[in-house]
């Protein structure tokens, strides 16, 4: 990927920071501690790690706002109904809000209501338990659910439909388990998901890979699959694919921000290009690991064209199981 020069990614970010007049803001529609939290942080270090603005790690022009509820619903629908036109409010998005897009979780909206600013990474879908569970396979957690789906408690963000039921539910259809007999517990996001894992309240986590690489690395977890193609670097590159366990799906999340659907055309091609510079420069990479995610950048017509895509393909997944309303 090519690098920009120091001086034009100054000129470029810093001109946007400036314009926002310090009030820029990036909301995360989940409770603190998830992906979408990461999401947030890691648009925030980019911009600033790009623009030279300081070593704190905190960019003052991109405050980050929580707004959870409704897996993603309560933030859209400030977005479309009260800051439509706000050139600085960014909103993280994943492939969970595209999920329910699909679904009609979000009532009559569509992809089409917002603008799709920037997808800034690729995150996966795992499997995980406690260190101390008595499983230690996928195909161990596979056997007690098919068993007695009723004595185990999965936790995951979202209500029945959402992508971290539907993962589930793939890998367990293939193993011969009913999906609708899973028992399901629906939390907000990924950091709840975790703290009910660890607090003894559910016995398994279908969630991400950025919030399980949280856990995995004090050993507190046991990351059973991984849900992409290949095994992953990093602190879970000892984590065995579903693929390699006889489960063929691979689930690849991206994670990004997107605006209201009446911001100008010039105060959202600055953004698109402020994340562009950021992502180009020297150090994302590094930053973006940092954050759990790995490689996958795309901004603007592109992404957009990309979300659509992506949109169809999931209600697709999701008309199979019956879920789209």
Not at 23 to 28: D, G, P, W
Not at 299 to 308: E, N, S
Request: hydrophobic share 45%; glycine share 12%.
């Amino acid at each position: 990927m090519p690098h920009l020069p120091a001086r034009a990614l100054i000129l470029a970010i810093g001109g946007l920071l400036a314009g926002a007049a310090m009030a820029a803001e990036c909301v995360v529609p989940a409770k603190p501690g998830g992906g979408m939290d990461l999401t947030c942080k890691l648009a925030r270090s980019g911009l600033e790690a790009a623009a030279g603005a300081g070593s704190r790690g905190i960019d003052p022009a991109l405050r980050i706002r929580y707004l959870p509820g409704g897996i993603g619903a309560v933030a859209w629908n400030s977005v479309v109904s009260q800051q439509r036109a706000d050139a600085e409010a960014l909103v993280v998005y994943s492939g969970g809000s595209l999920l329910n897009l699909a679904q009609g979780k979000y009532g009559k909206a569509t992809e089409q209501d917002v603008r799709w600013v920037a997808a800034l990474g690729a995150d996966y879908g795992m499997i995980a338990v406690r260190s101390d569970s008595p499983w230690r396979t996928l195909d161990e957690l596979l056997r007690a659910l098919k068993r007695n789906p009723a004595k185990v408690t999965i936790g995951g963000g979202g209500t029945l439909g959402s992508q971290d039921w539907l993962k589930l539910a793939i890998i367990g259809k293939q193993a011969g388990i009913v999906p609708r007999s899973l028992r399901f517990v629906a939390f907000e996001g990924g950091g709840e998901s975790f703290t009910a894992l660890l607090a003894g309240h559910v016995q398994a986590v279908s969630g991400d890979v950025s919030e399980a690489a949280l856990h995995a690395a004090d050993g507190r977890i046991r990351v059973l699959a991984v849900l992409s193609d290949e095994r992953l670097p990093g602190v879970l590159a000892g984590v065995p694919t579903a693929r390699e366990q006889g489960f063929p799906i691979s689930w690849p999340i991206i994670r990004g921000v997107y605006m209201g659907p009446d911001v100008s055309d010039a105060a959202y091609r600055k953004w698109v290009a402020a994340f562009d510079a950021a992502m180009k420069a020297d150090g994302f990479d590094r930053l973006r690991a940092a954050h759990g995610l790995y490689p996958f950048a795309m901004t603007g017509d592109a992404l957009t064209r990309h979300v659509a895509r992506t949109v169809r393909e999931y209600r697709a997944q999701a008309d199979a199981f019956g879920l789209v309303r």
